[in-house]
Each structure stands twice: as structure tokens, then as C-alpha cells.
């Protein structure tokens, strides 16, 4: 049951509109970055947390994580180019475990049921995904006319944590790196290597904080979180 979580921290505001790295924006008074990290250090299973960081920022992130005693961070990777290349960069810098999980430092939201669930299926098959079904109608379109309308039964949102064994996601972000392939997310560089990636069922909070309107959606989950904690 037991994990490390690799959390890539080295994004920027623009989609956010911000000046700084939007991890560093504050959800009543403390940064974004700081409830992700809380999840993973209240859980129990969580053995490791590192991260990967801007080399300018690094000062900055460890005197919060110092500040709030999160005391499961075990190391820092620079942060690259892209995602891609932090990811790639912490698991290079962890030491070999078991499970691995990516997480989003952007999704303060996440489910400790669904993180159980995916290191499970993980540790069981592979590799493991967090996922929420698409609800709205979708539809292909081509030259602004629309060719398609897809089943949406089959379609899935694709969230993180993402799960795999150690050997198997290193074994892929290297494969990826050394042939110049980038994917969108961690599953998608298992999935060249033709292995098979499960799907978990997470929580339609489990959004990331990518655009203003999702920090006002973020204010609101937490909001509701304080009140059921309050009953």
C-alpha cells in the first residue's frame, strides 16, 4: 500500500493570468501548492514526497514546506522545459520503490480513497490512472462543422494521480526522452511501451487550478469541505 509521490512544481500563471507561478497563488492565505502537499502528508501511506522546482523558486517552496512541517519531502529535481522533463528529472532522483505517483501539485483536491485504490491496482496490474466520466455532450468538428457526435460512454476525463511501478514509468519517461517523443500525461509514454493502463473512478472536485474561474471553484470546495469538518 505503501508509495512516493512525485509532485512536478515548476509551471507558470500564465493560463491563470498571474505574474508567478500559480502554485504559489493563495486559497484563504496559503499557497495552492500547500494543500496538495497536505493530502500526501497526512496519509499515512505515503512514504516519500519530492518534488520538482524552478531553481529560483527552490528557496521559496522549502521555507514553506519548512513553515508548514511538511515533513515527507524528501527531495527536490530541477524543473525542465516541460512537465515531461521534471517528472522525468524526480524519478530519476528518487531512490527505487514500489509505486510511484504522479500528481498534479495544481489538484489540491484529491480523494486519499482514490489514491488507496490507485496504488492497489497499481501495485496489482501495473500501471493505474485517475479518471472521471465525461458528462457533456461531445461532439467532433471539422472546418467549424461538426462530423461527429461521439459516445460519450466511452469517453473518460483524465485527472492525475497516475500510477505505476517504479521500473515501468522510469523505464518509459527514458524510452520517451531518448526517442524525443512528448505526451500529454505519464500514461501516455507507458501506453507507447504497449502496456496496459487501468482507469480508476476519482471525483469530479478533483479539478486543477489552471484558469481564474477554477479558483473560484476551488474557494467553493474548500468552503464546503470546512463545513462538513464544522457538523
Not at 14 to 39: S, W
Not at 143 to 169: C, H, K
Not at 199 to 218: A, C, F, H, R
Request: with cysteine.
Amino acid at each position: 500500500m505503501n508509495y512516493t509521490v512525485v509532485l512536478p512544481a515548476a509551471g507558470s500563471g500564465k493560463r491563470m493570468k498571474a505574474d508567478k507561478n500559480k502554485l504559489l497563488l493563495e486559497l484563504f492565505g496559503k499557497p495552492i501548492f500547500l494543500y496538495t502537499l497536505e493530502v500526501f502528508q497526512r496519509d499515512p501511506n505515503c512514504d516519500a514526497i519530492w518534488l520538482a522546482v524552478k531553481e529560483h523558486e527552490r528557496e521559496l517552496i522549502e521555507d514553506y514546506v519548512t513553515r508548514y512541517n511538511i515533513t515527507k519531502v524528501q527531495g527536490y529535481a530541477a524543473g525542465g522545459m516541460e512537465r515531461q522533463d521534471s517528472v522525468r528529472a524526480c524519478l530519476e532522483a528518487i531512490p527505487p520503490c514500489g509505486v510511484v505517483l504522479v500528481h498534479d501539485a495544481a489538484r489540491p483536491f484529491i480523494d486519499r480513497e482514490v489514491i488507496e485504490r490507485l496504488v492497489k491496482t497499481a501495485q496489482a496490474s501495473g500501471a493505474a490512472i485517475a479518471g472521471v466520466p465525461v458528462k457533456d455532450t461531445i461532439k467532433k468538428v471539422e472546418n467549424g462543422i461538426i462530423s461527429e457526435t461521439v459516445d460519450r460512454n466511452q469517453l473518460w476525463m483524465i485527472q492525475t494521480p497516475q500510477a505505476f511501478r517504479y521500473s515501468l514509468i522510469l523505464k518509459a519517461a527514458q524510452a520517451a526522452h531518448n526517442d524525443g517523443f512528448m505526451g500529454t500525461d505519464e500514461a501516455m509514454l507507458v501506453e507507447r511501451l504497449n502496456y496496459p493502463v487501468a482507469i480508476v473512478e476519482s471525483t469530479y472536485e478533483n479539478i486543477k487550478m489552471t484558469t481564474p474561474d477554477d479558483l473560484i471553484y476551488g474557494k467553493a470546495i474548500l468552503e464546503s469541505r470546512l463545513q462538513e469538518e464544522q457538523k
